[in-house]
Nanobody, 121 residues
Framework: QVQLVESGGGLVQAGGSLRLSCAAS????????MAWYRQAPGKQRDRVAV???????NYADSVKGRFTISRDNTKNTVHLQMNSLNPEDAAAYYC???????????????WGQGTQVAVSS
């Protein structure tokens, strides 16, 4: 089994910054893509950023230039640095990872428990 523990959410003023982290633990052979999603009340869960095992990144248009996703493969951790936050960024943020539990196995998807980000105007 794989556990994801998120941290770093909170309340910040508009224009401020937060850094989210998500650490994976458990019986993991390899981690493929790692991503951050967010979901505001009454809205669908959307992907914010993704980083592949090779380090390639992709961002939602709404966060390009403000958010940076990174990963530390030695610690099975993914981070999301969020700058210039605005009220539209307020949401529950979830990390999502694609892992291979053993050699040759089909990759599995896991979600974090979510961390809340609030932005005051």
């Amino acid at each position: 089994q794989v556990q994801l523990v998120e941290s770093g959410g909170g309340l910040v003023q508009a224009g401020g910054s937060l850094r989210l982290s998500c650490a994976a633990s458990g019986s993991i052979f390899s981690i493929n893509a790692m991503a951050w999603y967010r979901q505001a009340p009454g809205k669908q869960r959307d992907r914010v950023a993704v980083i592949t095992s090779g380090g390639s990144t992709n961002y939602a248009d709404s966060v390009k230039g403000r958010f940076t996703i990174s990963r530390d493969n030695t610690k099975n951790t993914v981070h999301l640095q969020m700058n210039s936050l605005n009220p539209e960024d307020a949401a529950a943020y979830y990390c999502n990872i694609v892992v291979t539990l053993k050699f040759g196995a089909t990759p599995s998807f896991y979600w974090g428990q979510g961390t809340q980000v609030a932005v005051s105007s």
